[in-house]
């Protein structure tokens, strides 16, 4: 399976059906979930890997397998998937790791370079993040990745902060060095 996008310590494909022991084991885990509904079973995982296969053929973009670029290991989920937010599309950067991940700034440099491919080669006007009020880890990866809170939705049943990043503001930010992390486009 091609590679997507690289980073300094990452790397991005998309899942694939044999990726399903490793996706079950960390949709499975209830300190990865914690800030979603539930844990999924097996069956669940395999349905959320066929979701993310039918974007990548009907968007060009989904949640990818990250993968450590030294090791090769999975270490997580991130990408970039539409979302319908009070009725309006729109490209969240999603990313969701490994415990044995947390705290190392992974999230941080696979989100900006994310970011950097919705903007340079995709040409989206915008991105946002979705996050709860209480997933303060994951709104420190959106603020250092640029994005900020917008708003406040009900998104799925919860109260959601969408924090989010337009195009000006983008270029600006990398204008004047703030960009972050850069990731190779493949």
């Not at 349905?47 to 968007?59: F, L, P, T």
């Not at 060009?60 to 090769?72: M, Q, R, V």
């Not at 990313?95 to 080669?121: H, K, N, Q």
């Not at 990866?141 to 000006?168: D, H, K, M, N």
């Amino acid at each position: 399976m091609p590679v997507i996008l690289k980073t300094e310590r990452l790397r991005f494909r998309e899942l694939e059906d044999s990726d399903l022991d490793f996706v079950s084991s960390m949709l499975g885990d209830p300190a990865v979930m914690r800030f979603y509904p539930k844990t999924l079973t097996r069956e669940e995982s395999q349905a959320w890997i066929d979701r993310q296969k039918k974007r990548y053929a009907e968007q060009g973009t989904g949640l990818w397998l990250a993968l450590d670029k030294a090791s090769g290991r999975p270490v997580g989920q991130m990408g970039l998937v539409r979302q319908v937010v009070t009725g309006t599309p729109e490209d969240e950067i999603g990313y969701l790791l490994i415990p044995s991940c947390w705290g190392r700034g992974l999230a941080t440099e696979g989100a900006c370079a994310i970011r950097d491919l919705a903007f340079e080669v995709l040409g989206r006007e915008g991105v946002i993040s979705l996050i709860r009020p209480e997933n303060t880890p994951s709104q420190g990866v959106a603020e250092r990745t640029g994005l900020s809170p917008r708003s406040r939705v009900q998104y799925a049943g919860f109260e959601t902060i969408v924090f989010s990043l337009g195009r000006e503001d983008f270029r600006a930010r990398s204008a004047a060095g703030l960009s972050g992390a850069k990731g190779a486009f493949s």
